[in-house]
């Protein structure tokens, strides 16, 4: 007998007949003796209609009241999957995030969890009930609803997975597992059986929506086994057809380059003739992070004249803020101009074997090179390349690295 939480997203519950077949699939593991917590989001929609209307309110929202809106969706799914459950003679409760309770920080629409105490919810489970949980969603500070973020539920469920001390937490989504890259773009491309920690954190990072990043690194944290499934997919019994996202030690053969992940939603800013002195970087880079911008891939070029030119990533839907905060900090800062291109793509490489074989950075620079491909950017980490391109090579780099590191199926 195992522990297991059991994760739907969205598309898994868009509608009553898919809460139904969920449900069907929930009992299946409750009949082979297995304890049970389920973990749901907002059916397929729900959310981004909820948003639209705070937005439409009101653009500059109250935050507390925005999550008060957007964790109904996941309310409701959990309560309509707990009655499916129960018309199947399953012993089933809808929980919402301050009933576990789920704590978090104050940060309203990307909290942050703090804590949770799963005595309660493992003292059910070994009753033989089955807890539904709302994702996305826990109780702050100040004693109201606080929301994760977009993709939250995939940290709730990692989450509620630590608290009770699961044996695994599967994942169902719309896809059948991790592949060494989107399948869309290379028929070819490999469905992963295991792949560790890190390599899954740094696909994540880096454009794979497979998983939620925060959900990756609560499970790395904690030492939780996490599986992603697809809903679409018959699973009558046997070994589980996913892919396991795991500690490190427990893959045998590590593959050099485990996948090639891509990120259209990039955007690149230069900051033309910057003073070439000490703190610089602090006063640039310091506004924006107070402005809750994130940046990635930074650059600096030397220059004889006592001036520099500064290129670093962002996310594209930054762009007008990021502008706007470098544009109020012209005069502290006494650059010449900024320049921004939203029409680039990150590249980006991902496997835990680049620890110790060399040449794999090479072969990448090869490799687009061989396409005619200009590389703009180049940032590493100890597992991963990652390059910036023209965004209408993405699809003709992806496909070529992908060949040229040897993952193309068989």
């Known amino acids: ?34 304890e049970v917590a389920v973990v749901v989001s907002a059916m397929a929609g729900t959310t981004n209609q909820l948003v639209a209307w705070c937005q439409q309110l009101s653009p500059l929202h109250d935050a507390r009241e925005y999550d008060a809106v957007v964790a109904t969706g996941e309310q409701v799914t959990a309560g309509l999957m707990a009655i499916a459950l129960q018309s199947l003679g399953v012993s089933a409760r809808s929980w919402q995030g301050w009933q576990m309770p789920m704590i978090t920080d104050d940060a309203h629409g990307k909290a942050r969890i703090e ?8 003292s059910r489970m070994q009753a033989g009930e089955v807890p539904v949980v709302t994702g996305f969603q826990g109780v702050g500070p100040d004693n109201r609803i606080a929301t994760l973020g977009r993709g939250g539920s995939d940290t709730s469920a990692v989450a509620v997975a630590a608290a009770v001390k699961a044996d695994r937490c599967d994942i169902y989504t719309d896809v059948d597992g991790v592949y060494t890259t989107d399948p869309r773009i290379v028929p070819q491309a490999r469905k992963l059986p295991r792949i560790a920690y890190e390599e899954m954190l740094e ?3 880096v454009g794979a929506k497979v998983l939620q990043t925060r959900s990756v690194e609560l499970a790395m944290k904690e030492r939780v086994r996490v599986q992603v499934l697809s809903s679409f997919a018959d699973a009558d019994g046997g070994d589980l057809p996913g892919s396991l996202v795991v500690d490190e030690d427990e893959i045998v053969e590590k593959e050099i380059v485990a996948g090639i992940a891509y990120s259209r939603d990039e955007a690149k800013m230069t900051i033309r003739r910057v003073p070439d002195r000490p703190g610089i970087a602090a006063n640039i880079f310091g506004p924006l992070s107070e402005a809750g911008i994130n940046v990635d891939m930074i650059v600096q070029n030397i220059s004889a004249d006592g001036s520099t030119d500064m290129t670093f990533t962002l996310s594209r839907t930054d762009l007008p803020r990021a502008q706007a905060v470098l544009d109020a900090g ?36 090869k490799t687009l090179a061989a396409k005619a491909i200009n590389i703009q950017v180049i940032s590493t980490s100890e597992i991963k390349v990652s390059v910036l391109i023209g965004a209408e090579y993405t699809e003709l780099a992806v496909r070529a690295l992908h060949t040229a590191y040897g993952l193309d199926a068989v």
Not at 115 to 122: P, Q, Y
Not at 334 to 356: H, L, P, W, Y
């Open 1 to 34: 007998m195992s522990r297991i939480v059991m994760k739907f997203g969205g598309t898994s519950v868009a509608d009553l007949d898919r809460i139904r077949n969920v449900a069907l699939r929930v009992k299946r593991e409750v009949d082979a003796g297995h």
């Open 115 to 122: 804590s949770m105490d799963g005595a309660l919810m493992i």
């Open 203 to 205: 696909l994540a990072s």
């Open 330 to 365: 012209k005069a502290m800062i006494g650059f010449a101009e900024v320049q921004t291109d939203a029409n680039v793509a990150k590249i980006s490489v991902v496997g835990v074997g680049m620890r110790s074989h060399a040449g794999v950075a090479a072969t990448m620079f």
